[in-house]
């Protein structure tokens, strides 16, 4: 039969990689900042190996630039993300988001989903 | 800075694709099955091109062969979907789900939260 590989999913041209983020929590990323909620195209790895982690999630989201701020509320759920920019195929940032002083009104709802 | 093709989410060795969910609805499937509470790799793709359906999602399950009964009920949110089998990322099977003759207990769930 037919070779398979021309269904992979591949590199985006331009956006934003969510990397390193611990296995389980990709999905849970998806669903508590509502990432799928967009035209764009979304490629989303689960449980893939890391030399890092062991076991990590990534999320390449097209055309897409996180805030600052979207950066540091994903440092809530996963401390040891990367954020990366990518235009025309090329990284062009690599953000390492920053957890905030003090956190208020969160922390319930990611109790939530998290759990 | 360095070409960021490396991130690349492969083709599948082994395991389920399925293939042509409506844009929006593959999200959806992995919520209502449970598809991500697995331990095998999971990939993912949101708001691809499609010749067929214009906009499709597309979900990889490695080392997970779905049941003609879990084709099935795939058929019930996303009627043209189909189910590929691969075996060393060679397609050995093509799966076209069948709508049940009647449907009893799941439909108040579906609704839930297909909406």
């Known amino acids: 039969m037919e070779q398979y590989n021309k269904l992979q999913v591949e590199a985006i041209k331009c956006g934003s990689v969510i990397d390193h983020i611990p296995a389980k929590i990709g999905f849970k990323?998806?669903?508590l900042f509502r990432l799928t909620e967009t035209e764009q195209r979304i490629t989303i790895g689960l449980n893939l190996p890391s030399k890092k982690i062991k076991k990590k999630d990534i999320i390449k989201l097209e055309n897409t630039f996180l805030t600052d701020e979207q950066i540091n509320q994903l440092a809530i759920c996963a401390p040891y993300v990367?954020?990366?920019h990518i235009n025309n195929?090329?990284?062009?940032?690599k953000i390492f988001p920053v957890l905030p002083d003090y956190i208020e009104a969160t922390l319930m709802l990611l109790n939530l989903v998290l759990n």
Chains 1, 2 share one sequence.
């Open 29 to 31: 990323l998806l669903t």
């Open 82 to 84: 990367t954020v990366n």
């Open 89 to 93: 195929y090329q990284l062009v940032g």
